[in-house]
């Protein structure tokens, strides 16, 4: 997802306007990745206002602070090619 509010440019290419408009409000998004190989990934997300990150429901990356437009990372465990 690449949401793009009202401030600068997000990350990558594509931005898109918020689904919704006005405070507050809560986006959730579901999908699945590919593991080219095995091994140890990052992961991350830039929010306002916190977010999470869970990967076969297991936490990676959760941030519940208040804040402006900032970036969080998480570090999954290693995850097998099978």
């Known amino acids: 997802m690449n949401y793009l509010g009202d401030n600068g440019d997000g990350h990558y290419g594509g931005n898109s306007p918020l689904p919704i408009s006005g405070e507050p409000y809560a986006l959730k998004a579901t999908g699945s990745i590919q ?48």
């Open 35 to 82: 593991i080219p190989t095995a091994g140890a990934y990052t992961f991350g997300l830039s929010s306002d206002d916190g977010g999470r990150i869970k990967i076969d429901g297991t936490p990676v990356m959760i941030d519940d602070s208040n804040h402006g437009v900032a970036d969080h990372v998480g570090y999954g465990q290693p995850f097998r090619r099978d």
